[in-house]
């Protein structure tokens, strides 16, 4: 499958963030990355997990949420300002002639989730499904009974805090909810295998909400850019 990635410099509000965006040929769906707290597009889990969908056939974009000036203790635990960076960059991803026309979810890890879930709250028309990796659902507060969207919840079984503030969260959802728990992972699934699994099962739950369109080539990949990479 041919792979196109780009850097992107995206301009929301007063501040500018990098984005790394990678097209696939046949792209079904794109799926938009909302990092954790201390973390950046430079992930290497989220990295892996947009590999493995990208070979499923999904777009992907993996963006910072804060510029570098900004990147502050306070800012990274402001799940807000999170929100509002996410819900910037699905608004870009559904302007941009590549991404425009394909159904879009988000995939986010640990205070990311929170900021990924209250996106979906406020752009209901344009997010299909949310994925929380390692999540804390509950900083969405209030707004986590307002998502309408399905969502995935998974968590290692050694990650015993985050387990039960997942398990509550989704007791507490009005939308379709599921747990998954990823059997001996803790919060970084580092262990052998059990990044693994988060992407076989992330890929599968996008396969079934996002992969609902007839596929088509991105336009963007008839024209060969002095900057683009070939994976």
Do not use: C, Y
């Not at 792209?27 to 989220?46: D, I, M």
């Not at 991404?99 to 996106?119: D, I, K």
């Amino acid at each position: 499958m041919t792979t196109w990635t780009t850097t992107e410099r995206i301009t929301l509000g007063d501040a500018v963030i990098d984005g790394d965006l990678t097209l696939a040929e046949h792209a079904t769906g794109v799926v938009l990355f909302a990092h954790g707290s201390g973390s950046s597009r430079h992930s290497p889990r989220n990295q892996f997990v947009a590999r493995q969908l990208t070979k499923r056939g999904f777009a992907t974009l993996l963006a910072d949420l804060l510029a570098p000036e900004e990147d502050t203790r306070a800012r990274r635990f402001d799940i807000g300002l999170l929100a509002d960076r996410v819900v910037g960059l699905v608004d870009w991803l559904r302007v941009q002639p590549s991404t425009a026309g394909l159904p879009l979810g988000l995939f986010g890890a640990s205070t990311g989730a929170a900021a990924a879930l209250l996106a979906a709250v406020a752009r209901p028309d344009s997010v299909r499904t949310v994925v929380s990796r390692g999540g804390r659902p509950d900083l969405a507060g209030p707004g986590l009974i307002e998502v309408r969207v399905p969502t995935l919840l998974i968590v290692g079984e050694r990650d015993d805090d985050v387990l039960e503030l997942n398990e509550e969260a989704r007791n507490t959802m009005r939308a379709h909810a599921e747990l998954r728990i990823v059997p001996g992972a803790t919060h970084l699934f580092e262990e052998p295998g059990t990044l693994e699994t988060v992407a076989e099962e992330a890929g599968e739950w996008f396969g079934a909400f996002l992969a609902t369109v007839p596929p088509r080539r991105h336009p963007a990949l008839d024209h060969v850019a002095a900057a683009r990479r070939w994976g």
